[in-house]
């Protein structure tokens, strides 16, 4: 039986899918990275010295640069889950 020849353009679109939904989820951890730091930032304001905060802001920039996107998406986890637990210790909802 004859193989089915499929056009140029599907099968490159078929190529480009993963690529885009790659792009989307970078997207996302980057989005969600920039609400942590300004969260972060924010809390910092306030004045009051916090080692959840300052844990937060190494797991965002320091170990940021080197993680794979795998990896950023625990750092992710990490920094918010402090972030939280900053908020829960002097009072705010978080």
Do not use: C, H, Y
Request: aromatic share 6%.
């Amino acid at each position: 039986m004859p193989t089915r020849k499929v056009s140029v353009s599907v099968a490159t679109d078929a190529r480009r899918a993963p690529q885009r939904t790659a792009r989307t989820r970078e997207a996302g951890i980057l989005a969600r990275r920039d609400r942590l730091v300004a969260e972060v930032a924010l809390l910092r304001r306030r004045g009051e010295p916090s080692k959840f905060i300052d844990n937060a802001e190494q797991l965002l920039t320091r170990w940021w640069s080197r993680a794979s996107w795998n990896a950023r998406e625990e750092l992710l986890k990490s920094a918010d889950w402090l972030v939280r637990l900053e908020k829960r210790r002097s009072g705010q909802a978080p």
